[in-house]
């Protein structure tokens, strides 16, 4: 048994979600949104190495070895699975472990709104899960994966670096393709996708202007394409997309993107009052006719998309920080936790001081 694998255990019976490992530093762990100390002792270049070796191949860490970066899936028996970040800093080596469950929630279980169903009924368009790493955001697309793969007959894709959710066939075929093993960049798939007769396309990182481009072009093609991107706020999403695009191809992206641009919901997880792990808050942004025309004609504000939010409340969206204040009236989470997750800190001033847990 791989030495590293005492520290999985560790998170595990702690109900942590991350395991941390820096030269230098002691093994700590993230449990319920907090980073804690497993054990003393700090890790040395070759304890550390050793470590990271033990689970490694050899054409993994050759690949680690000459870019200094690694992102891999590491299976501990039946126990857990881990997506795993090698990589180098300043103080030497260091790596992360994100722990996957093997069983998929579904949105029951990870309450989230339930329009987020309504996007499994789609049959083409861009829908876009967004937010911080950490916030939950494969999860999610996970449970909607799974969603179609129970309830249609579709033939699904995924791209991912690396795999994270592993999908069995159930109404629908899924094809799983990992990043950097199957095929040689999101790109590469999403133009082979083009050949493949897929119905649903999961874009496991909208990272750069040729994918971005690639799982537009797929959307208007007449694909159903899944993606996530690091933005905080659905209204700031939009900016961010067309933003990577040069200045003279924007306005052809911007009437590509209000016709294919279906919702974008962004995530955040929240540390509950009770001490009982955390709760989604996500802010919903919907496809509508008073949308189109913002993204098309450019100048997309966020005042301009909060309104937009604001006067579809009854198709299901809603804005992030109206969740965050309601989940403090409710009890959920403390006022301290409402204003550091919120976006106008002015608006929870009063309750920042409030931490009673």
Not at 131 to 154: C, F, M, R, V
Not at 238 to 267: C, H, N, W, Y
């Amino acid at each position: 048994m791989p030495m590293i694998d005492e520290l999985f255990r560790i998170v595990l019976e702690n109900d942590g979600s991350d395991l941390h490992l820096a030269q230098g530093q002691p093994p700590k762990m993230r449990v319920h949104g907090s980073i804690e100390k497993i054990k003393d002792g700090i890790l040395t270049e070759a304890d550390l190495l050793l470590n990271l070796r033990e689970i490694c191949t050899d054409g993994y860490w050759d690949r680690f070895n000459d870019t200094g970066d690694l992102d891999f899936a590491y299976e501990m028996g039946d126990a857990a699975r881990f997506r795993c970040n090698y990589h180098r800093h300043m103080n030497g080596f260091g790596a992360v472990f994100r722990m996957i469950p093997y069983e998929i929630q579904s949105f029951d279980q990870l309450g989230v709104p339930e329009v987020l169903k309504t996007f499994a009924d789609l049959n083409s368009g861009l829908v876009l899960v967004t937010g911080p790493t950490g916030s939950g955001k494969s999860t999610t697309l996970a449970a909607l994966i799974d969603y179609i793969n129970s309830t249609s007959a579709k033939h699904i894709l995924t791209i991912e670096e690396p795999i994270e959710f592993v999908h069995s066939n159930k109404k629908s075929i899924i094809v799983q393709r990992e990043v950097g093993i199957d095929v040689d960049s999101f790109g590469t798939a999403l133009r082979d996708a083009g050949h493949g007769d897929y119905d649903v396309i999961l874009v496991g990182e909208m990272r750069d202007l040729e994918t971005i481009s690639l799982a537009i072009s797929a959307a208007e093609a007449g694909n159903l394409v899944f993606g996530t991107l690091h933005t905080n706020s659905a209204a700031k999403t939009i900016d961010r997309i067309i933003d990577v695009f040069p200045a003279e191809k924007q306005p052809q992206i911007r009437t590509m993107l209000s016709e294919s641009l279906k919702g974008v919901v962004s995530q955040l997880l929240l540390r509950r009052k009770d001490g009982k792990g955390r709760v989604a808050a996500c802010e919903i942004l919907l496809h509508t006719r008073a949308l189109e025309g913002i993204i098309r004609e450019g100048g997309a504000t966020l005042n301009k998309m909060y309104s937009t939010m604001m006067s579809g409340r009854s198709m299901g969206m809603q804005i992030m920080d109206d969740v965050i204040e309601q989940y403090y009236k409710d009890g959920l989470i403390t006022g301290h936790e409402a204003y550091m997750k919120s976006l106008e800190k002015e608006r929870f001033e009063r309750i920042r001081e409030d931490k009673q847990e």
